[in-house]
């Protein structure tokens, strides 16, 4: 199952710096997508969300962007801090009609924010 | 307080054998899901559960899952007889009504299968 693809298995880097996350979707049915962090021994933690309306949504340091002609989504972490190093998981979701909002994962991207 | 708390963080079971998951979300929860995440793999949607009863499952969800909740609080998944590509991390989730709400996840149960 490819609908949802994150490209970059891991991403290095310095505290303070941006970090941006990208993820790619397939399915043209997806029109709300999350973004979740993971750290080891703990389940997915939802950080921001946007829904296919909007192509920007900002939360504190988080900013997701969406780009529904080119299906691909962005994570923006700014300024990144040691405490964000954990895996990041782009989903997405087919709102509405039967779906009862199941998620649809991508592989993860390891993020490492070195002081 | 968590939204979504799982029990037995890990569980060991022999093939074959009959193993239960347990997930107590926090109340006003109204829909509830189950994922898995084999090792090395992505987290993969099994079973959504909303009102009582399945409402939409897997290819993944045969006849040897089955998943309830039987008093309201407690959302269980059952493996019938134990595979060994059974074995994996499986994540209860939760959420509220209405479309923007995200789903909350339990920290998880590995599974082993030996």
């Known amino acids: 199952d490819q609908q949802v693809k994150q490209n970059s298995p891991s991403l290095s880097v310095q505290e303070g710096r941006i970090s941006i996350l990208n993820c790619d979707y397939t399915?043209?049915?997806?029109?709300?997508f999350l973004w979740y962090k993971k750290y080891p021994a703990e389940g997915p933690t939802f950080l921001i969300s946007?829904?296919?309306?909007?192509d920007k949504n900002e939360d504190g340091r988080f900013t997701v962007f969406l780009n529904k002609s080119a299906k691909h989504l962005s994570l923006h972490i700014v300024p990144s801090q040691p405490g964000d190093s954990a895996v990041y998981f782009c989903?997405?979701?087919?709102?509405?009609?039967?779906?009862?909002?199941?998620?649809?994962f991508g592989q993860g991207t390891i993020l490492t924010v070195h002081p | 307080e968590p939204e979504v708390t799982q029990t037995p963080s890990h569980q060991v079971t022999q093939m074959g054998q009959e193993v239960i998951l347990r997930c107590v979300p926090i109340?006003?929860?109204?829909?509830f899901y189950w994922y898995r995440q084999i090792l090395g793999q992505k987290v993969e949607f099994l079973v959504s559960?909303?009102?009582?009863?399945?409402s939409e499952k897997s290819e993944i969800f045969d006849d040897q899952f089955s998943v309830e909740r039987p008093d309201g609080s407690n959302f269980t998944l059952k493996i019938r007889s134990t595979k060994l590509e059974d074995s994996a991390m499986y994540f209860c989730?939760?959420?509220?009504w209405g479309v923007g709400q995200p789903q909350h996840f339990g920290d998880g149960t590995r599974l082993s299968i030996l």
């Open positions: 399915n043209s049915m997806f029109d709300y």
């Open positions: 989730a939760a959420r509220r």
């Open positions: 946007i829904s296919s309306i909007k």
């Open positions: 559960f909303y009102n009582n009863e399945i």
């Open positions: 989903a997405a979701k087919v709102a509405g009609g039967t779906s009862y909002g199941k998620l649809t």
């Open positions: 109340s006003n929860h109204l829909y």
